[in-house]
Structure formats: structure tokens, C-alpha cells
């Protein structure tokens, strides 16, 4: 796995000026995983270009809008063009990036946790009226998918109903 060649589709992005793209791209490897299947040009060989993404970057890669990931394939071609002799990318796939207890990823290297900082250490706290019980509830599991630690008060006060009474009123 290569995470040159994924520095260098960042850069083409940010050259297309699709910055939103090349940052859902930082801290991933990829990969050609060929096929056994002859491509269209002499001795080329159809494949896939695999993305292993962090955690937190896989679910927003892999909700990709069938658009974003037809540009994505398009400017990997551009590090693979269809060619004699090279593989021939027909498709991008998405994989999590797994990581062991260490912090290190598969090819043992540190994780890059500078984009997944914040994301992990930030609180929210969801204020909602009562009548709105349901959908703070959902807002709080969408919210945690992105790593990110969520307060609500149905769910999270642990006082019993009588205990109540026991605190100072103001």
C-alpha cells in the first residue's frame, strides 16, 4: 500500500479545486488491486483502486455522492491513465484503515491523529424541547458516528426522580 500515491491524488484535487474531496482523503493509503481480467489495451489488466481510510474518514468516503466518486475515479486516472501496459482502473473502493491497540496502522506506522483530534476529544451538549425528544436522540447517534462525545439529558442524567427534590433550587 502507498500513501504517496494518496499525497499525490490529494494534490490533484486541491489542483481541481476540490479541497472538500482531498481532505475526506488525508491519512489513507491506496492500493491497485488487479484482476484477472485483460483490460482494453495491450497487456493491461482491469483493476480497482482501493482507498484504506481512517475510521472516521471511511464513513464519509464511503457516503460519497455518485458524482464526487466518478470525479475521484477521473482524477485517479490521472496518476493511471488507461494505458498499454498499466493497470486499468474501472472503479474506486473504500476499506478502513485497521489499526492496531498501538496506534500504528497495518504497514506499522503511526496513525496521523491530527484530522481525528478534535473529532474525538470535542463534547456537544443537544438542548431540545421535550415535544423533540425523538429527534435529539437521533441527532445525538448521528453526531457520535463522527467520533464526537454528545450530552442529553434523557440519556445521560442518572438521578432518580426523587433525588431531585435533594438539590439546591435557585
Known amino acids: 500500500m502507498n500513501k504517496n500515491e494518496v499525497d499525490s491524488l490529494i494534490k490533484i484535487l486541491i489542483h481541481k479545486k476540490r479541497d ?22 495491450w497487456n493491461s489488466v482491469i483493476s480497482s483502486y482501493i482507498i484504506f481510510a481512517p475510521f472516521f474518514k471511511y464513513y464519509l468516503l464511503k457516503d460519497l455522492s455518485g458524482e464526487d466518486t466518478k470525479f475521484l475515479l477521473e482524477s485517479i486516472h490521472d496518476m493511471y491513465p488507461v494505458a498499454d501496459e498499466l493497470p486499468e482502473i474501472t472503479s ?21 491523529v491530527s484530522s481525528e483530534y478534535i473529532g474525538r476529544t470535542s463534547r456537544v451538549f443537544v438542548s431540545y424541547s421535550t415535544k423533540d425528544k425523538s429527534i435529539a436522540g437521533k ?29 439546591p433550587r435557585l
Not at 488491486?33 to 489495451?41: L, P
Open 20 to 41: 472538500d474531496l482531498a481532505k475526506k482523503l488525508e491519512g489513507s493509503i491506496g492500493k491497485v488491486e488487479m484482476s484477472n481480467q485483460f483490460g482494453s489495451r
Open 92 to 112: 474506486v473502493e473504500f476499506r478502513m484503515l485497521l489499526e492496531d491497540e498501538s496506534g500504528k496502522n497495518e504497514n506499522n506506522e503511526f496513525r496521523d
Open 139 to 167: 441527532i445525538k447517534e448521528q453526531l457520535e458516528i463522527f467520533g464526537l462525545e454528545v450530552f442529553l439529558a434523557h440519556e445521560d442524567i442518572n438521578v432518580p426522580l426523587g433525588e431531585w427534590e435533594k438539590f
